[in-house]
């Protein structure tokens, strides 16, 4: 199962996780029905950002479509559209989105507005003789998007299904691991060892640390393999950050096996934090939009920390002296997480 | 009757006494709801943009402070040259770039055009879009204003928020969050509590006596159901207090369709439970099985249509989807039963599907 769920993991999340906005379902209500709005309606569909889900005969079909689910914004021509487009120079168009997913209705509306613009701009030229001073101030705005040009978000989501690999591997593992011996009462038997503390869970630890490298490594192939992402920067650089990380992170996993009586709530107690830690982490949402005290949360995880670095590694090839803030973090939490856990773990009850 | 009252009780008893357990069914929806409504959006802000202004005229200075007192950006200026602002963005210090060229206001008063140039971090593809979005509106409007053409056509569109004029940005989350947490529940502490009497040995016992199997498997969901509507209520309530949602529909329909789902998740316990004899392996099936199929094919995470065809078929298999899908017509939308009456069969098909196959299964002799 180690070495199936990271393979399933790498290949399904990246497929499901694209946050893209491709295709909006526009419905439209055409009042006028003049040339004018014919060509308005040929330039959005020519457009290609919508599903155009037909033509409704009022307002009150089209929002059945929203209510349905089927459509997500309605565009309405009002009566005499061409006819006060020619007389007084203005005419006002209404725009109704679904907003309950914000982010779809802020662009679609966002692609709906530009293509008016342009439509607005394209009627100038054809109808009007052009100002003599129409072509002066024209800002010409280029842009291009580095490490990403194409802008496919596998590669911002990849790096990061590597952290969770980690994560899982590390954190619920071993939060079963010390759990599952106090269940089966083996515990007392080492106990009563003059075994050291430090070296008993250092003994549990190492194990899980190396299948968690190899399952690294193997994460790491198939995004090569698969996705085509290879490391830009140093990938000794990478490794480093992997290994500590690693230890952090089972450190954390042995101090919810220390508080906890049982395996069930041991694995409960993880995945409570796991969840939170994967949410805070810039995983899905990006830490930037935060209010401050979460952002300050997000920074006490170590999961944060090596998620950027994992992306800017990765994907911008960034070097040791970028990255060497995050790296004295990660030392500082493994160092933190695992001295709790061995100061808490007590051999006598 | 009285027999079954007083295993019920038993059961309340015992997931009473679990209290971290308790602790964690019933602070998950608090923290996620704290979550998503407050920290995480899917809305870009606090973009730190880096500006060069080779140029320093008036127009540069003119749109600098317009993107300033937008409130989207944190802008700081430097002067960088082309080739360190790789090094910069490796850095990690900024997400874009805004480059005037020192010929701009110049440029723009005499030759017609000028140019800019925005340079963004495409590692999230999503920021770096809206980062060039906002920027060229910001940019486009200046120019509208001061060298616009005062001739000409306008067509001038006016947008309406429908459902959520107050621009919250959560109301997506909120039905996610409730089939999310009532799934973890009620599947996984179902089965594993079936299990853990499995493991414990107690189970033949129980099986041994007069009670019949069947009521042993109802009494020990009854107390989820219970606590499942408990927290169902705290959800709803939270989202309405704290978040401030707006609930438009019918709340009975509400509690009708969540019961529904709750009755769907425990016979997913149920058929759980009878397919394995250790705890540890029924936690791991509900959590790992369950719950990321909840948070991927449901939709609220991600949006379904960007999905591959084939995930937008199996996600017809989740149960989550269609309690996702009427939640959200029932409490964002406010529409009535007959928008969801359709998706109602489906849930309550499965049910049954699911009920039968778990009870068939249950072994009565070990």
Same mark, same amino acid.
């Given at each position: ?122 009627l100038d030229i054809g109808l009007k003789s052009v100002p003599k001073d129409a072509s002066a101030g024209a800002i ?210 | ?281 029924? %936690?791991? #099936?509900?959590? /790992?099985?369950?719950? *990321?199929? =909840? &948070?991927?094919?449901?939709? $609220?995470?991600?949006? @379904? ?39 109602? %069969?489906? #849930?309550?098909? /499965?049910?049954?599907? *699911?009920? =039968? &196959?778990?009870?068939?299964? $249950?072994?009565?002799? @070990?």
């Amino acid at each position: 199962m180690m070495l199936v769920m990271p393979v399933m993991q790498l290949i399904i999340l990246p497929l499901a996780m694209d946050f893209d906005v491709k295709f909006v379902n526009l419905a439209v209500v055409d009042n006028d029905h003049s040339t004018a709005s014919q060509k308005l309606i040929s330039t959005v569909t020519a457009s290609g950002f919508f599903k155009m889900k037909g033509n409704a005969s009022s307002y009150k079909e089209a929002l059945q479509l929203i209510q349905k689910g089927q459509a997500d914004i309605i565009l309405e021509i009002p009566p005499s559209f061409e006819k006060n487009l020619v007389r007084e120079n203005r005419q006002q168009l209404a725009l109704y989105a679904d907003a309950i997913n914000g982010t779809k209705a802020g662009i679609g509306s966002g692609y709906l507005l530009s293509v008016i613009r342009s439509y607005s701009l394209a009627l100038d030229i054809g109808l009007k003789s052009v100002p003599k001073d129409a072509s002066a101030g024209a800002i010409d705005i280029t842009y291009s998007n580095w490490f990403n040009p194409l802008g496919i978000y596998r590669y911002n989501i990849v790096p990061a299904v590597l952290v969770l690999l980690l994560t899982l591997i590390g954190g619920y593992i071993t939060a079963l691991n010390i759990v599952r011996e106090k269940e089966m009462g083996t515990i007392e038997q080492i106990n009563v060892t003059p075994v050291k503390k430090w070296q008993f869970i250092l003994g549990k630890l190492t194990p899980f640390w190396i299948i968690g490298m190899i399952v690294f490594t193997i994460g790491l192939v198939i995004s090569a393999l698969v996705y085509g992402i290879v490391p830009k920067g140093n990938i000794f650089l990478l490794y480093a950050f992997a290994m500590v990380y690693l230890v952090g992170i089972m450190g954390f996993g042995l101090l919810i096996s220390t508080y906890s009586s049982n395996q069930v709530q041991a694995m409960f107690v993880a995945f409570f934090f796991m969840m939170i830690f994967m949410l805070m982490s810039g995983f899905f949402t990006s830490i930037d939009s935060m209010p401050g005290w979460a952002k300050l949360i997000s920074d006490l995880t170590p999961v944060t920390h090596f998620i950027k670095t994992d992306r800017m590694i990765i994907l911008k090839g960034s070097e040791w002296k970028d990255v060497k803030t995050e790296f004295f973090y990660l030392v500082a939490f493994a160092l933190f997480l695992n001295s709790w856990a061995i100061l808490n773990y007590r051999k006598t009850n | 009757m009285k027999q079954l009252l007083v295993f019920i009780r038993k059961e309340f008893y015992h997931v009473f006494r679990d209290r971290r357990t308790l602790l964690i069914m019933f602070g998950l929806p608090v923290v996620q709801i704290i979550l998503f409504g407050f920290a995480l959006s899917s809305e870009v802000k606090n973009i730190r943009l880096g500006i060069s202004d080779n140029a320093e005229d008036v127009n540069s200075r003119q749109i600098i402070s317009k993107i300033r007192s937008s409130d989207y950006f944190i802008v700081s200026e430097k002067k960088i040259g082309y080739g360190e602002l790789e090094a910069e963005f490796r850095k990690g210090n900024m997400t874009a770039a805004l480059i005037f060229p020192n010929s701009f206001g110049n440029d723009l008063l005499h030759s017609g055009t000028a140019p800019v140039q925005i340079i963004t971090d495409g590692s999230d593809p999503n920021i770096a879009k809206t980062v060039v979005n906002y920027l060229t509106n910001i940019i486009q409007a200046y120019q509208a204003e001061n060298f616009g053409r005062a001739a000409g056509y306008q067509v001038v569109p006016e947008i309406r928020m429908l459902y959520n004029e107050e621009g919250n940005g959560s109301l997506n989350f909120i039905p996610g969050v409730m089939a999310l947490i009532l799934m973890i529940v009620c599947t996984a502490l179902t089965s594993v509590s079936i299990v853990k009497e499995k493991e414990l040995g107690t189970m033949e016992v129980l099986l041994v006596s007069p009670f019949k199997p069947i009521w042993v498997l109802i009494a020990k969901a009854i107390p989820y159901l219970v606590l499942s509507i408990l927290n169902f209520t705290v959800i709803l309530l939270m989202a309405v207090f704290v978040l401030g949602v707006e609930v438009r529909g019918n709340v009975p329909l509400l509690f009708f369709e969540s019961i529904l789902f709750i009755i769907t998740c425990l016979s997913l316990g149920l058929l759980i439970s009878n397919a394995t004899n250790s705890q540890q392996t029924a %936690l791991l #099936l509900s959590l /790992m099985v369950m719950m *990321l199929p =909840t &948070i991927i094919f449901t939709g $609220f995470m991600m949006p @379904l249509e960007n999905m591959p065809v084939p995930f937008q078929v199996i996600s017809n298999i989740v149960p989550a989807k269609w309690y996702y899908n009427i939640i959200k017509s029932v409490m964002l939308k406010g529409l009535g039963f007959e928008y969801v009456w359709k998706e109602t %069969l489906v #849930l309550g098909g /499965m049910t049954v599907f *699911l009920l =039968t &196959i778990a009870l068939k299964k $249950f072994k009565t002799t @070990l």
